[in-house]
């Protein structure tokens, strides 16, 4: 027997067990990204590059219990049965330890369902409807960002200060833009209770026809309007607006259009003194938000948006929740983020037991037209902590029944 073939022939074996031995034995912990990359890249492209700040800084501080963090990434196509297929293919393909991410609410609520079925550890970084931690909640569903129902909260009592009686609202006919307006209506009714909605523009995702909602919405003559569009189809509505004198004489309540993805695009067509949700990256003087700034800025060489700050967090979260089960078993996960305390840019928020959702806060004030660019102005940050802006403990318990 030739000693050589014996050793080569004992090194080639070597090497192909090697070659089957899953990656996370290696010491890599797999994240499974689901996103809608092609269809909202204004938000998505400054996310992913806030995952990859995250996951650099931890794999630069030797990682999570001694494994390197790698994620995964695939598109949905905006589509919650894609949504589903690529969770599948992460799943038991790739063996990933655990899926995070999708940004509309639908493929969201797709993937939380999948959570549920399949078993498996699920966080959702961005997408905002309620039913995501309250009626469609489930053992293996977390969020990180406030939802509709939070951020509604945080704008109703500044509508409630207007002291207008006749509202008109607009929005996205999908489930997050009916959850924020379903929000609103409620509890500005229960604050205000005369108040009156005048007209209701619910508009297909991605194609509104601005002038015409535009031209409904002043035929109504409201005293005050609640916007929930974003991205292009906001673009096409305050280009309208504008041209139809619409906002004239007008207060305007809007979620998300304070968000640096949704605000710079309109230029000097950003509107002036809006009430709105948003992120003011460059007038937040926290240690954390400077150091994450700072530490962005470097490796972009651009500024941060809101998106930016969601994927960093979001990293961050799923690395301390692995640190705090010192596993990536999928019950372990579970038993540790309930209660999970994470430091991120806007400050430390933690993960509610009671309905999974983080205590994430937003930034609420109004835009300004500073020089043909829009800003936020006179905005403070509220915190997702304060019993305010989140349901009881009670509530959750009867709206996730079937949990």
Do not use: C
């Not at 929005?171 to 959850?179: A, T």
């Not at 292009?232 to 309540?253: C, W």
């Not at 806060?361 to 109004?366: I, K, P, S």
Request: charged share 25%.
């Amino acid at each position: 027997m030739n000693p050589l073939r014996h050793v080569f022939s004992a090194a080639a074996v070597a090497t192909l067990a090697t070659a089957l031995v899953p990656a996370h034995a290696q010491g890599v912990i797999k994240i499974g990204e689901i996103n809608s990359y092609k269809a909202q890249p204004a938000f998505l492209e400054p996310y992913k590059k806030g995952m990859d700040l995250a996951v650099e800084e931890i794999n630069a501080a030797g990682g999570v219990n001694g494994k390197k963090i790698e994620v995964i990434s695939r598109d949905d196509n905006a589509n919650p049965g894609d949504a589903v297929r690529v969770a599948e293919e992460l799943v038991s393909r790739e063996k990933v330890d655990m899926l995070a991410g999708t940004f509309l609410s639908n493929t969201g609520l797709a993937l939380t369902d999948f959570a549920k079925q399949k078993k498996f550890f699920f966080l959702g970084g961005e997408p905002l409807t309620d039913k995501m931690t309250w009626q469609g909640g489930n053992q293996y569903t977390f969020r990180l960002r406030p939802g509709t129902y939070m951020q509604a909260a945080m704008l109703v009592p500044e509508a409630v200060k207007l002291k207008k009686k006749r509202w008109a609202v607009v929005y996205p006919n999908y489930e997050y833009g009916q959850s924020a307006v379903a929000a609103f209506k409620t509890l500005l009714k229960a604050a205000q209770p005369d108040v009156e909605f005048v007209a209701e523009q619910a508009t297909p995702l991605g194609k509104v026809d601005a002038g015409s909602v535009a031209q409904a919405l002043a035929d109504a003559k409201p005293d005050a309007i609640f916007n929930v569009l974003f991205g292009a189809d906001l673009s096409k509505f305050v280009r309208e607006g504008n041209t139809r004198g619409l906002f004239k004489g007008r207060e305007v309540v809007s979620v998300l259009t304070g968000e640096p993805e949704y605000l710079d695009p309109l230029k000097d067509e950003a509107p002036n003194g809006w009430i709105v949700t948003g992120y003011p990256w460059y007038g937040i003087k926290t240690p954390a938000h400077e150091a994450f700034k700072k530490a962005y800025e470097a490796k972009f060489n651009d500024y941060p948006r809101l998106g930016s700050i969601v994927g960093y967090s979001m990293i961050k979260s799923a690395a301390a929740g692995i640190a705090k089960a010192k596993s990536t078993d999928t019950e372990k996960l579970v038993a540790a983020f309930k209660g999970l305390q994470v430091d991120t840019p806007l400050g430390k928020i933690t993960y509610r037991p009671e309905d999974h959702q983080s205590t994430m806060g937003a930034f609420v004030g109004r835009t300004k037209n500073e020089g043909g660019k829009g800003v936020m102005v006179d905005y403070v940050y509220l915190d997702g902590a304060d019993a305010k802006y989140q349901p009881s403990a009670a509530d959750v318990k009867k709206s996730r029944s079937a949990d």
